[in-house]
Nanobody, 120 residues
Framework: VQLQASGGGLVQTGGSLRLSCAAS????????MGWFRQAPGKEREFVAA????????YYADSVKGRFTISRDNSKNTSYLQMNSPKPEDTAVYYC??????????????WGHGTLVTVSS
C-alpha cells in the first residue's frame, strides 16, 4: 500500500494550496483517510480526517475554518484544501489511511509527506 502526497510548496499568508493524496495497492473507499503534519522541532500532530463516504470530517482546532478535507473514492484520492495559511502551518504534511470506516483508532498507513512552507 502506498500513499503518495503531492501539492506542497511555498505559499504566502492569505493564499491557498491544495494537497492531494493518491492511494495505491488497496482501495480506501471503505476506510477513513486524513492528514497529519510535523513542523520543524515539533512533534507530529493531527490535522484532519474524513470518513469512508465523506459524510463526516474532523479537524484540529488550529485549522478549523481554514482547511477543508475531501475525497474522491473513484480516484482513491483525498485532498486537503488549505485556505488562508499562516506561517505556523509550515510543516511536512503526511497523508494517512485507516483500515476502519472512521478514525476511531490510529492510522495504519502513512505516506512520505510533502513540505508546505508559508511565508508572511
Amino acid at each position: 500500500v502506498q500513499l503518495q502526497a503531492s501539492g506542497g510548496g511555498l505559499v504566502q499568508t492569505g493564499g491557498s494550496l491544495r494537497l492531494s493524496c493518491a492511494a495505491s495497492g488497496r482501495t480506501f473507499s471503505s476506510a477513513a483517510m486524513g492528514w497529519f503534519r510535523q513542523a520543524p522541532g515539533k512533534e507530529r500532530e493531527f490535522v484532519a480526517a474524513i470518513n469512508w463516504s465523506g459524510s463526516s470530517t474532523y479537524y484540529a482546532d488550529s485549522v478549523k475554518g481554514r482547511f477543508t478535507i475531501s475525497r474522491d473514492n473513484s480516484k482513491n484520492t483525498s485532498y486537503l484544501q488549505m485556505n488562508s495559511p499562516k506561517p505556523e502551518d509550515t510543516a511536512v504534511y503526511y497523508c494517512v489511511g485507516w483500515r476502519t470506516p472512521d478514525w476511531s483508532s490510529s492510522p495504519l498507513y502513512w505516506g512520505h509527506g510533502t513540505l508546505v512552507t508559508v511565508s508572511s
